[in-house]
Each structure stands twice: as C-alpha cells, then as structure tokens.
C-alpha cells in the first residue's frame, strides 16, 4: 500500500483530488484495523485506538470534507460502541472522543485555513508574477512577442533543428498616418497589419513586433528563394491593400529583407542581423519591395561596421571637408547659391563617399557631431561670399529629431556669421514623414529666424502636396530622376516636370531641377518652366577656394554675353 501510494505522489499529474482519495484510503485502512481490533477483543482500551484516528485525521486528510467525514465516522463508531459495553464506559470516551473530535477537526480546519491562505497567496503571486513576464515580452496592443521576447522565440525556433528564415518587415508612411490622424487610429492600423501579416503565414511560423512600424516573421522550416520571394510579395500585396479603419482609409507600403539560418548554423542572433540589413536596403533600393540577404550584402554589411569603427574614432574637424555646388538662376543668369556637400578623408580608409559615411553616421548616432562641422566649417567660407549668394545644407531626420541638434543649429543661425535669409536648410521627404507634427514645429522654427527650407530629392518617395502646404517651404527640388527620365521619355519626363513647376508656382516657391548635366537636358528643363538648375553642366562640387574665381568667370562671361547682345 505504502509503495503504491509513492506511485501515485511520483507522477506528475497527481492533483487535490488524487492526494484526497490517497488519504481517505489511509485514513479508512486505519479505521477498518481499529474496526477489526475492536472485533477481536470487544473492551474498552481498544476504544483508544480510535481516539488515535482523530489525530492521524488531523495529521493526513488533504481537505475539510475528509476531516469532517473521518472523525464523523470514528466519533460515531466509538460512541455506539461504548454504548455497548457495561459500566461508565460510555460517559468516558463520550467526553474524550468529542473531546478529540473537535480539538482534531478545530486544529486541523484552522491549520489548513493558514496553509491555503499561504498557499492562496503563492498561487497569486506565482499568477501576477507570471502575467508581469508575459506583458515584458508580449506586445500589449497585438498580444504578439515583443522585441525582448524575440530571443526567445528565435531560441526556440533554432531548436527545432530545421532550416530558420526570417523576415523583418518595415511599413512605410506609418509615421505619417499617425501624425495626420493621431495615435488610436495609428494603433489600429498596426493591430490590422499584425493581422494580415499573421494572415500570410503558416502554422508554425511566429509574428513578432519589434518596434512601432516593424515587424519580424521566424520560419522555422525549408523554403528557396523563389518561395521566399512569393511569401514577401504577398504579405507587400496584403499591406500594400488600403486600410479602412473606422470609415478613415489610409493607405502604407511595406518593405521586407530575409535572411537564411542553415540548420547546421545555429546562430539565429546573426540571421536576425542578416535580415535587418536585408530591410534596410529593401528602404534605400527597392521601396516597397522584397530583398534577400546575400553574399554582396554580407560584404556590405561588414563594410559598414568597417565604416562605423572608423566614423566613431574620426576627428570630424580634422578629417571632414566641405565642397560647395553651384545653384544657378535661369531668370538673373547667374549663380544665386551653393549646396554645401561633406566629403570625409578617413586616415584610415582614405576616403570615403557621403552615400557611405552619412548614412553610417546616422546609425551610429553621429550624425550631431557631423552636422555641427559642416555648418560651421560652411558658414565660416560662406562669410566671405557676396550678400546675394546663398547657402544651402542638408538637415537628416535625426538633426530633427535631436533637441542639442537644433539648439546647435539655431545658436549658429544666431551667430550672424551670414544673414539668416542666406540660409537653405534641406530635408527630404523622409524626414517629413518621420514625425508630421515634430519636424513641421522645428521647421516653423527655424523659418521664424528668417532661414528658408528647401524640399530635397522632391518624388523619390511618397510626398503629396495635399500636406506639403502644411510645411513653411520656400523651394521644392526635384529628383534627379525626372532628369534622367528625359533621355528616354522627352514627353513623359518634361510632362512630369512641368507638372511640378506649375503646382510649384501655385504654391509660391522656387523649384530647382537637380541633376541638368547637358545642354539637353537644361533646354528641356527651361522649357519645363523649371527657373533653377543645380547639376554639372554649371559647375562640379568646388572646394572653397575655387569660388571667387569662378564667380569672377561667371561675372566676366554675363558682361561679355551682354555686350555682344
């Protein structure tokens, strides 16, 4: 019986129920005993025994009933049975077993009481303490794993021994969606989109939420780059379809970068890398697209943290250097400004093109320190330029988003260095929809100053004038590709540009085409209605020192033109 017992206790599933039928089952061997004793020899010492069973009652039983039950039942067996024998038998054990009974059942009601409170309030804890982890590693919006829980489930799906891909997933234009229509429309777009995404999978694959607008997909299972392909295609197509969402439609795009674990690898932190970078040239090349990870951009990649060792070590006053493009103004027929360019002399990598370090710097957090030393440096040669000369610099979202950034900024404007209405601050369309209503407050800010925005790289992305108006522009540059649509497509390009320059003049700002490399090219530009070029047929980015002698070039070659005239 003991054997069978410890059995039972050993397994796992052994619940309340079990352990309360293991003790009614001891408790009615012991009084079957007593039973069988009393039997044997019918006199009262034996009644004892009996008395004794309210204490093992006590000591055994799992739950009130059995303790009530058992001692019910030995009360009830010793009373009748010293009601039996001769003598004042039955008013000594009548007082002793109700004594026993009660103190018994009294004693051990209370102590189970405090243990079930104990254990009542473990059991709480234990709950709280695991719905405390749950919300640590679950998103509470989509109840998806979160970006601390994707160890986990990246962990897990490693373990399966299969082939691991994942998918990070990024939206698009989400910034500006919730900018427009606020934060609870924001949060049903992301419910909606974790569910088109989920929608898209298959049993056994997760759905993470890493950030605000992004996502993962962990596919623990074999699948070749055509079926990859097909698989992104289709959750870009499913995020692509317009959202409806309390009668408001809203429309987002969406890029994915997937990346392959062998299963063999076992490294799902660095399949995770793989696709992230994978995601971020999806956004640079392939908006709305999908890319898979490859060997050209494991060397890129590794290209880049090459970059970042080396940004993060460079004396930006030392090693960055600026060179200046000239804007030229078809209506005055000469130059009326120049876009200021950083170029970096690593000591290390030599040098190195913006398309690299900017971008490097923007991941690495540097892009403050960047922007500080080109606007001085730019402001300090742009002194000694004539009044009417402008200068132009770029500003990336995280100048925007940054507040030392800003205050870095607007001290130089202050400064007086040159006059705030020289000043061209450029941003792209990006950096518009990063934060609508943070970046439209800064921008307001610095044209307070008197500084001018310019929109940069005007068609590369997903602008609409529907909300530029909202922003204080004063100049709209297009994209070099409606200029390299010319060559190709006269009509079609022209048109576009057209289109532009008109919308441009509707508004009251300048637009610029940049990009004019050809005589070509600026006639069809000039015909487009465009009044501003920037590209090389003007003139190639200069160092400083070159432009008071083109600019002298420039003057002597106007008089000339206008003497012959």
């Given at each position: 019986m003991a054997l069978f017992c410890r059995h039972l206790l050993g397994r796992r599933q052994a619940g309340f129920v079990q352990l309360e039928l293991i003790g009614a089952l001891i408790l009615l061997l012991i009084y079957a005993n007593c039973c069988k004793l009393l039997a044997v020899d019918f006199a009262p010492?034996?009644?004892?025994?009996?008395l004794i069973l309210f204490i093992l009652t006590a000591a055994i039983a799992i739950s009130i009933r059995l303790i009530v039950t058992l001692c019910s039942l030995a009360l009830v067996t010793t009373l009748a049975a010293a009601w039996a024998m001769a003598g004042n038998t039955f008013a000594y054990y009548a007082f002793a077993s109700l004594a026993a009974a009660v103190a018994a059942a009294g004693t051990a009601i209370s102590t189970r009481r405090s243990v079930l409170g104990v254990l009542r309030a473990r059991m709480t804890a234990d709950h709280l303490r695991h719905e405390a982890e749950q919300r640590a590693i679950r998103d509470p919006l989509t109840g998806l794993p979160n970006r601390d829980g994707f160890a986990a489930v990246l962990a897990e799906a490693a373990g399966h021994g299969a082939d691991l891909h994942v998918a990070a997933i990024g939206l698009e234009r989400f910034a500006l969606v919730k900018d427009l229509y606020g934060y609870t429309l924001g949060d049903a777009l992301v419910l909606e989109a974790s569910r088109r995404i989920l929608a898209c999978s298959r049993p056994g694959d997760r759905v993470v939420r890493l950030a605000t607008a992004e996502f993962a997909l962990v596919i623990p299972r074999p699948l070749d780059p055509a079926a990859l392909e097909e698989l992104g295609r289709s959750i870009c197509e499913a995020l692509h379809a317009p959202f409806d969402l309390s009668g408001t439609s809203v429309s987002v795009t969406a890029s994915i970068g997937f990346s392959h674990d062998p299963a063999d690898a076992g490294n799902p932190v660095r399949v995770y890398e793989q696709a992230s970078?994978?995601?971020y040239r999806a956004k640079r090349s392939a908006r709305g697209g999908v890319v898979i990870f490859s060997p050209e951009h494991e060397r890129e990649r590794r290209r880049i943290v090459e970059l970042e060792q080396a940004i993060r070590n460079a004396d930006f006053d030392r090693e960055i250097s600026v060179v200046f493009q000239p804007q030229y103004d078809l209506a005055t027929g000469r130059t009326d400004g120049f876009e200021a360019l950083a170029r970096w002399q690593s000591p290390v990598l030599g040098a190195v093109s913006p398309a690299e370090f900017v971008s490097v710097a923007e991941r690495a957090g540097l892009m403050e320190q960047l922007t500080a030393a080109v606007l001085r440096k730019?402001?300090?040669e742009a002194a000694s330029w004539p009044e009417h000369i402008g200068l132009s610099v770029n500003l990336s979202a995280?100048?925007?988003?940054?507040?030392t950034s800003m205050e870095n900024i607007i001290r130089a404007v202050e400064s007086g260095t040159i006059a705030a209405d020289r000043l061209i601050f450029e941003i792209t369309e990006t950096v518009m929809m990063r934060d609508f209503l943070h970046v439209r407050d800064v921008l307001f800010r610095l044209?307070?100053?008197?500084?001018?925005?310019?929109l940069d790289d005007f068609g590369s992305g997903y602008s609409s004038f529907?909300?530029?108006?909202?922003f204080?522009?004063?100049?709209?540059?297009t994209d070099r590709s409606f200029v390299l649509r010319l060559q190709d497509e006269e009509e079609i390009g022209r048109g576009i540009l057209k289109t532009i320059a008109d919308l441009c003049?509707?508004?009251?700002?300048?637009?610029?085409?940049?990009g004019v490399e050809t005589e070509r090219e600026l006639r069809l530009v000039e015909e487009a209605g465009v009044k501003r070029i920037q590209g090389y047929h003007f003139g190639r980015p200069m160092r400083a020192a070159e432009i008071p002698a083109y600019l002298s070039a420039e003057r002597a070659f106007s008089k000339g033109s206008a003497a012959r005239g």
């Open positions: 010492p034996n009644l004892t025994y009996f970078h994978a995601l730019a402001l300090t995280l100048d925007l988003m940054s507040r044209a307070g100053l008197g500084c001018r925005i310019a529907a909300y530029i108006h909202r204080p522009l004063h100049r709209v540059k003049t509707s508004l009251g700002v300048e637009c610029l085409a940049e």
